[in-house]
């Protein structure tokens, strides 16, 4: 199982750590919950003794074990064979369906993100709408495999979602037609001026590896200096822990990346800058690690984009770059997972996916809850619907029994500035005339293009 096969259920990154279950652990745990596991014992008999139809034991441990870790945490879970199977099609990325990111929440099934230029990121789904129906069959309170069972299929078939989306008075339908689902974690275009623009859209295998390409693609293609760059982490749900170091190593020369902090030894340690012996733990060659021990892109101005879509990894990356002076981080607030999981395996076809530890960026912020705040915030005013969007947004905070951030956090730091700010008074249509498409990234690019590479904000501290 890869690290960031998780991701794909909660849309959230993991950080897998394969834990196999002791006999002296199980033997602690009879020792001190006996009289509670008799309980469970208890209403089974009772249940399989006076439930109106018969009930299988299966049915009846399986839906403990679910509620047991239900009480944990949204993103604490049990994987069997069809879960495990799902995630491992999702993460080789070559699947028919519509490209969504999505949980279930409250009984629902929301989206987190749906993947970029997929089906249902063209046919206009958003992060935070909820589906309801699926050609018209009410899902609401149903199994999440189920619905993405349905949701997935052959290409080139339709399907009608019926949405609701938070501040929009009544729910919509949208017909969605599927496709094959490749997935690209990385992209890259070279903008007016010789300003570079990397898209990360997830953090699967190699991705740290593929944004070196890709700077070096953009170096060739602009012939020349380039002026800035810009990395796009919008929507990008997370990944590997591992890929997140690496990408953010490619643009320090020194100093922690990020720091993992659990209950157990084995849980806490810390990622630093051109750490050769971390690259020989992850079994890469010397030639291999010597791509991420530079720094590319030096004294090249560069601007982070990131939204309420940025999870986990992307969250990494982010705080890293904004803790060391490196980039300005531009956009909206991001999710706020600041949480790792393990995958402790159960056997063949079946694990357990259970938090064990917190991140922190290289200043000591617990991005959990918070999230990283941008150093400029800018709405996605080219969104019509962006003002209801902002309001109605769900992120870590909002789930049912996320993990309270220790450090605290003053309300006023959770609070959005309420003060309408002059330079974000365009409507959609008045951009749409303008033939701007992408408010945030427009702003990005012509503040790269009003900056020199002399400005300390953005470059690393030294």
């Given at each position: 199982?890869?690290?960031?096969?998780?991701?794909?259920?909660?849309?959230?990154?993991?950080a897998?750590?394969?834990?196999?279950?002791t006999?002296?652990?199980?033997?602690?745990?009879?020792?001190?919950?006996g009289?509670?596991?008799?309980?469970?014992?208890?209403?089974?008999q009772?249940?399989?003794?006076?439930?109106v139809?018969?009930?299988?034991?299966e049915?009846?441990?399986?839906?403990?074990?679910d509620?047991?870790?239900?009480a944990?945490?949204?993103?604490?879970a049990?994987?069997?064979?069809?879960?495990?199977?799902?995630?491992?099609?999702?993460?080789?990325?070559?699947y028919s369906?519509?490209?969504?990111?999505v949980?279930?929440?409250?009984?629902?099934?929301?989206?987190?993100?749906?993947f970029?230029?997929s089906?249902?990121?063209q046919?206009?789904?958003?992060?935070?709408d909820?589906?309801?129906?699926?050609?018209g069959?009410?899902i609401y309170?149903?199994d999440?495999?189920?619905?993405?069972?349905?949701?997935?299929g052959?290409?080139?078939?339709?399907?009608?979602?019926t949405?609701?989306?938070?501040?929009?008075?009544q729910?919509?339908?949208?017909?969605?037609?599927?496709?094959?689902?490749?997935?690209?974690?990385?992209t890259?275009e070279?903008?007016d001026?010789?300003?570079?623009?990397?898209?990360?859209?997830?953090?699967?295998?190699?991705?740290?590896?593929?944004?070196?390409?890709?700077?070096?693609?953009?170096?060739t293609?602009?012939?020349?200096?380039?002026?800035?760059?810009?990395?796009?982490?919008?929507?990008?749900?997370?990944?590997?822990?591992d890929?997140?170091v690496?990408?953010?190593?490619?643009?320090?020369?020194?100093?922690?990346?990020?720091?993992?902090?659990?209950?157990?030894?084995?849980?806490?340690?810390?990622?630093?800058?051109?750490?050769?012996?971390?690259?020989?733990?992850?079994?890469?060659?010397?030639?291999?690690?010597q791509?991420?021990?530079?720094?590319?892109?030096?004294?090249?101005?560069?601007?982070?984009?990131?939204d309420?879509?940025?999870?986990s990894?992307s969250?990494?990356?982010?705080?890293?770059?904004?803790?060391?002076g490196r980039?300005l981080?531009?956009?909206?607030?991001?999710?706020?997972?600041?949480?790792v999981?393990?995958?402790?395996?159960?056997?063949?076809?079946?694990?357990l996916?259970?938090?064990?530890?917190?991140?922190y960026?290289?200043?000591?912020?617990?991005?959990?809850?918070?999230?990283?705040a941008?150093?400029?915030?800018?709405?996605?005013?080219?969104d019509?619907?962006?003002?209801?969007r902002?309001?109605?947004?769900?992120?870590?905070?909002?789930?049912?029994?996320?993990l309270?951030?220790?450090?605290?956090?003053?309300?006023?730091?959770?609070?959005?500035?309420?003060v309408?700010?002059?330079?974000?008074q365009l409507?959609?249509?008045?951009?749409?005339?303008?033939?701007?498409?992408?408010?945030?990234?427009?702003?990005?690019?012509?503040?790269?293009?009003?900056?020199t590479?002399s400005?300390?904000?953005?470059?690393?501290?030294?």
């Amino acid at each position: 199982m890869k690290p960031a096969a998780f991701l794909r259920a909660a849309a959230l990154v993991t950080a897998a750590a394969l834990i196999p279950a002791t006999t002296a652990t199980m033997a602690q745990v009879d020792g001190r919950a006996g009289p509670e596991i008799a309980k469970i014992f208890a209403i089974m008999q009772r249940v399989q003794a006076n439930y109106v139809e018969p009930v299988e034991d299966e049915v009846l441990i399986r839906g403990a074990i679910d509620g047991m870790l239900a009480a944990l945490d949204p993103h604490s879970a049990y994987l069997d064979g069809s879960d495990l199977e799902r995630l491992n099609t999702l993460i080789d990325g070559n699947y028919s369906g519509l490209g969504l990111s999505v949980i279930m929440e409250d009984g629902a099934v929301k989206v987190i993100s749906p993947f970029k230029g997929s089906p249902a990121d063209q046919a206009g789904i958003k992060a935070g709408d909820f589906i309801t129906h699926l050609n018209g069959d009410l899902i609401y309170g149903g199994d999440l495999d189920d619905a993405v069972a349905r949701m997935r299929g052959k290409a080139g078939t339709a399907i009608n979602l019926t949405i609701f989306r938070p501040g929009r008075d009544q729910p919509f339908d949208v017909d969605v037609t599927r496709g094959v689902i490749e997935l690209e974690p990385v992209t890259y275009e070279l903008q007016d001026g010789n300003i570079g623009l990397i898209s990360v859209n997830e953090f699967s295998a190699d991705v740290g590896r593929d944004v070196y390409d890709a700077w070096a693609a953009l170096q060739t293609e602009a012939a020349g200096r380039m002026s800035g760059l810009v990395l796009d982490l919008r929507s990008n749900p997370g990944g590997s822990l591992d890929e997140a170091v690496a990408l953010t190593d490619l643009f320090l020369e020194r100093g922690q990346i990020v720091s993992q902090r659990g209950r157990s030894w084995g849980e806490t340690f810390e990622f630093e800058a051109d750490d050769m012996d971390y690259y020989v733990r992850r079994r890469l060659s010397r030639s291999q690690a010597q791509i991420f021990m530079g720094q590319i892109a030096r004294d090249v101005p560069m601007i982070v984009l990131i939204d309420a879509g940025s999870a986990s990894a992307s969250e990494i990356v982010a705080g890293a770059l904004q803790d060391h002076g490196r980039a300005l981080v531009m956009g909206q607030r991001s999710f706020g997972k600041g949480s790792v999981q393990s995958l402790l395996p159960l056997g063949s076809d079946s694990a357990l996916k259970l938090t064990t530890a917190r991140y922190y960026t290289p200043g000591g912020k617990s991005v959990q809850e918070g999230g990283i705040a941008p150093d400029i915030k800018v709405p996605q005013l080219s969104d019509p619907d962006h003002a209801l969007r902002e309001r109605y947004q769900t992120r870590e905070s909002d789930l049912r029994g996320h993990l309270i951030n220790e450090l605290g956090i003053a309300d006023e730091e959770m609070e959005e500035d309420a003060v309408a700010d002059p330079r974000f008074q365009l409507t959609s249509e008045e951009l749409e005339e303008q033939g701007i498409e992408d408010f945030q990234l427009h702003y990005a690019l012509e503040t790269l293009r009003r900056t020199t590479a002399s400005s300390v904000a953005l470059n690393s501290r030294r």
